[in-house]
């Protein structure tokens, strides 16, 4: 079974970092890209983040361009998300989901087939 693991959330106040993990099972990682999404209360999912499989080119959102930084370590199958310069309007659960091969530039809920549980980022002011 294809299992994805998202990891690293938690409470940080205005202005701090996070760095969240996705690892990856019951595939082969290397052929996959892997998105990061957000769902904050009330709001619809936003996709934030894509990294493609091998070459490893990256995609972002609006919203996050500039602060975060997606990356990944095909030895450990692990996807990360390094969150900097964060702010109360980026509390939301955090997922990480994969699809074949290459990122597109609009990254849709839509286009991902596997999902993981969701990590909790909270940011205080």
């Known amino acids: 079974d294809v299992q994805l693991q998202a990891s690293g959330g938690g409470l940080v106040q205005r202005g701090g970092s996070l760095r969240l993990s996705c690892t990856v099972s019951?595939?082969?990682?290397?052929?996959?890209?892997i998105g990061w999404f957000r769902q904050a209360p009330g709001k619809e999912r936003e996709g934030i983040s894509c990294?493609?499989?091998?070459?490893?080119?990256?995609y972002y959102g609006d919203s996050v361009k500039g602060r975060f930084v997606t990356s990944r370590d095909n030895a450990k199958k692990t996807v990360y998300l390094q969150m900097n310069s964060l702010e109360p309007e980026d509390t939301a659960v955090y997922y990480c989901?994969?699809?074949?091969?290459?990122?597109?530039?609009?990254?849709?809920?839509?286009?991902?087939?596997?999902w993981g549980q969701g990590t909790q980022v909270t940011v205080s002011s």
């Open positions: 019951g595939l082969i990682f290397e052929d996959h890209a």
């Open positions: 990294i493609s499989s091998s070459v490893g080119s990256t």
């Open positions: 989901a994969i699809r074949r091969f290459i990122c597109l530039p609009a990254i849709k809920n839509s286009e991902y087939t596997n």
